[in-house]
């Protein structure tokens, strides 16, 4: 997996460097295979200001810009971007500059005016695919200064996570590891959300069949506005190759790496009638998935379904009927825990292979799915002008509690041929988010965290 450097480190108060976080992970298990260190702009990329921004004499979809690219200096853009504004922060590429494509930019002359660089957009530097606009800056950055010191690339952490640590499998999860090898305390996401009328209970009802779902959640919330993807956030994504053009869909994804919780968002006003339902699928049941490819089912196939019928195929892929678009106002967000069996089994014979499929076969600890769903409306309520309805629909088979453990002092240190005493056993444990009692003079009660399912003897 892999873990941008500036999000890893987001979780943690005291600075860190990536080849001592590496080296320490590696040594408690988690193999760091390689750092993929950022590759520099170069001299030619620097940071520009936009002085002015004037129609082109003779384009209607040109400006003429001005830029400040040095402390005394200006040059003159043409730009065909229809963001660009004077007082923008920008990223200019400079005669003589490579972008993305093996382009190379010179001064030239467009429609009797002469251009003096370029005005970059997202893909045009390698960040991610969007060209709907130029990239806009820090407004902070100085004009002139050079690309590399805005760090909008960073190292990257590709580490190897073994089948057994689920917990793992994701930004935050490993985070915790860094903090307890940093002996540090680990920060927790902002999740806090203003949520509003009407009751979301009283819009929507959910029905949830026998072994169908271990856990099921939804909530809604309303657009009045919304922005476009934070250039951050798309950043993020991209190294994973799931930046999308839609700020729903990459709000879902953000979260999915970020504590490894799969979510998904359906149009609500696509969803027809009231009641949502998790089932499993009737015979020869069909879907069209979001990539548009149209499943037949089996009866250990789980989906969930509206008043039509299938809407999406559970812990796998969403359906094409109630995807969310640019012109979405309405969503409900789903947060679950679904069947690890029939979720892979559905996968394979499918051959629909997803991260969100991945992660339901590995396991889904118990305290995510309500964290990630208010997670993601944190994210989408700070992004831009959301109302959240009150409430949470929710759906929770009863759980199994973290079974106790009774740890011998003797056969502790006989196995790691150490000798650690009683006092620093419980320490130890207790760093390691166990609770931990005395149990005589030999042995202590450990019972292991949540998110701790490979600890089970």
Sequence with gaps: MKIPFSWLQSFIPKKLDPHVVAQKLTSLGLEVERIDKPKPFGQFFVVGKVVTSEKHPNADRLHVCTLQTSKKGTRTVVCGAPNVRAGQTVVVALPGAVVAGDKKINETEIRGVTSSGMICAEDELGLGSDHEGILVLDATLEPGTLLDAANLRESILDVEVTPNRPDWLSVYGVAREVALAERTKLLDVEMAVKDSAPLF??????????????????????????????????????????????????????????????????????????????????????????????????????????????????????????????????????????????????????????????????????????????RALYLLQAQGEVKIMRGMISFVQVQKKQKPLVVSLRSMNRLLGAHISLSDAKNILTRLSCVCSLRGSDQLTVTPPIFRTDILQ
């Design 201 to 374: 209970s009283s819009t929507r009802s959910i029905a949830v069949a026998k072994l169908a779902a271990i856990q099921y959640h939804l909530r809604g919330a309303s657009f009045i506005s919304t922005k476009k993807t934070p250039q951050w956030m798309r950043a993020r994504l991209a190294v994973y190759g799931s930046a999308t053009d839609n700020f729903i869909v990459d709000v879902t994804n953000y979260v999915l790496y970020e504590l490894g919780q799969p979510l998904h968002a359906f149009d609500a006003d696509k969803v027809k009638g009231k009641k949502i339902s998790v089932r499993f699928a009737k015979p020869k049941e069909t879907i069209t998935l979001l990539d548009g490819k149209t499943c037949t089912l089996k009866k250990d196939d789980i989906v969930i379904t509206d008043a039509r019928g299938p809407i999406a195929l559970a812990g796998v892929m969403g359906g094409k009927d109630t995807a969310v678009t640019e012109t979405t106002k309405n969503v409900i967000i789903e947060s679950a825990i679904f069947p690890s069996m029939n979720i892979r089994r559905t996968s394979r014979r499918l051959g629909v292979r997803t991260d969100a499929a991945n992660r339901f076969e590995k396991g889904i600890t118990p305290d995510l799915p309500k964290r990630a769903v208010n």
